[in-house]
Protein backbone atom coordinates (compact mmCIF):
# COMPACT_ATOMS: atom_id res chain seq x y z
CA UNK A 1 0.00 0.00 0.00
CA UNK A 2 2.46 3.14 0.11
CA UNK A 3 4.57 2.19 -2.67
CA UNK A 4 2.75 3.45 -5.70
CA UNK A 5 5.09 6.59 -5.92
CA UNK A 6 7.77 4.37 -6.91
CA UNK A 7 5.92 3.17 -9.83
CA UNK A 8 3.87 6.66 -11.05
CA UNK A 9 6.19 9.66 -11.45
CA UNK A 10 3.04 11.95 -11.45
CA UNK A 11 2.23 10.90 -7.44
CA UNK A 12 5.89 10.68 -6.82
CA UNK A 13 6.86 14.58 -7.31
CA UNK A 14 3.61 15.12 -5.14
CA UNK A 15 6.03 13.50 -2.27
CA UNK A 16 9.04 14.77 -3.67
CA UNK A 17 9.40 18.17 -1.68
CA UNK A 18 9.36 15.65 1.90
CA UNK A 19 12.13 13.80 0.97
CA UNK A 20 10.28 10.66 1.42
CA UNK A 21 6.95 8.60 -0.07
CA UNK A 22 3.92 8.10 2.30
CA UNK A 23 3.86 6.53 5.41
CA UNK A 24 1.07 4.50 7.58
CA UNK A 25 0.11 7.99 9.23
CA UNK A 26 -0.47 9.50 6.20
CA UNK A 27 -3.08 6.86 4.75
CA UNK A 28 -4.44 7.40 8.81
CA UNK A 29 -4.40 10.93 8.22
CA UNK A 30 -6.43 10.62 5.27
CA UNK A 31 -8.69 8.17 6.11
CA UNK A 32 -9.68 10.49 9.13
CA UNK A 33 -10.79 12.69 6.41
CA UNK A 34 -12.19 11.14 4.07
CA UNK A 35 -14.60 9.84 6.89
CA UNK A 36 -15.19 12.68 8.74
CA UNK A 37 -15.17 15.80 6.67
CA UNK A 38 -15.94 14.11 3.13
CA UNK A 39 -18.47 11.11 4.39
CA UNK A 40 -20.16 12.63 7.20
CA UNK A 41 -19.69 9.01 9.44
CA UNK A 42 -19.50 10.17 13.03
CA UNK A 43 -16.15 11.26 14.80
CA UNK A 44 -16.72 7.93 17.46
CA UNK A 45 -17.50 5.52 14.31
CA UNK A 46 -14.24 7.05 12.37
CA UNK A 47 -11.93 6.60 15.89
CA UNK A 48 -13.31 3.13 15.94
CA UNK A 49 -12.56 2.42 12.48
CA UNK A 50 -8.95 4.00 12.54
CA UNK A 51 -8.22 2.37 15.92
CA UNK A 52 -7.68 5.91 17.51
CA UNK A 53 -8.28 5.11 21.36
CA UNK A 54 -8.15 8.86 22.52
CA UNK A 55 -9.70 11.89 21.12
CA UNK A 56 -6.80 13.77 21.21
CA UNK A 57 -4.56 11.47 19.17
CA UNK A 58 -8.08 11.33 17.05
CA UNK A 59 -7.68 15.42 16.86
CA UNK A 60 -3.86 15.98 15.79
CA UNK A 61 -5.20 13.57 12.43
CA UNK A 62 -8.55 15.25 12.15
CA UNK A 63 -6.79 18.06 9.95
CA UNK A 64 -8.77 21.56 9.26
CA UNK A 65 -8.27 23.01 5.97
CA UNK A 66 -9.04 26.06 4.95
CA UNK A 67 -11.86 24.76 2.27
CA UNK A 68 -13.34 23.02 5.12
CA UNK A 69 -14.17 26.11 7.08
CA UNK A 70 -15.87 27.73 3.81
CA UNK A 71 -17.78 24.71 3.19
CA UNK A 72 -19.41 25.07 7.16
CA UNK A 73 -19.85 28.94 6.57
CA UNK A 74 -21.88 28.16 3.08
CA UNK A 75 -23.52 25.51 4.92
CA UNK A 76 -24.64 27.37 7.68
CA UNK A 77 -25.67 30.18 5.46
CA UNK A 78 -27.99 27.92 3.28
CA UNK A 79 -30.01 26.64 6.52
CA UNK A 80 -29.96 30.58 7.90
CA UNK A 81 -30.21 32.59 4.80
CA UNK A 82 -31.41 30.18 2.19
CA UNK A 83 -27.86 31.21 -0.05
CA UNK A 84 -27.19 29.09 -2.04
CA UNK A 85 -22.92 27.60 -2.59
CA UNK A 86 -20.84 30.89 -3.27
CA UNK A 87 -23.16 33.71 -2.57
CA UNK A 88 -22.50 34.59 1.20
CA UNK A 89 -22.20 38.16 1.47
CA UNK A 90 -19.45 39.74 3.71
CA UNK A 91 -21.82 41.54 6.20
CA UNK A 92 -25.83 40.48 6.42
CA UNK A 93 -28.06 42.68 7.30
CA UNK A 94 -29.81 42.90 10.71
CA UNK A 95 -32.86 41.45 8.72
CA UNK A 96 -31.51 38.78 7.13
CA UNK A 97 -29.65 37.72 10.15
CA UNK A 98 -32.75 37.39 12.12
Known amino acids: LGYGYKINDEYAEK ?3 LGRGPTFHDFRRTA ?3 LVRRSGVSENVAMK ?3 HKTRSVFDRYDIVAPDD ?3 AAE ?3 QKL ?3 KKGTITQNPTAKEAI
Request: net charge positive; glycine share 12%; no cysteine.
Open 75 to 77: KQA
Open 15 to 17: WKY
Open 32 to 34: VRN
Open 49 to 51: ITG
Open 81 to 83: YGH
Open 69 to 71: LKE
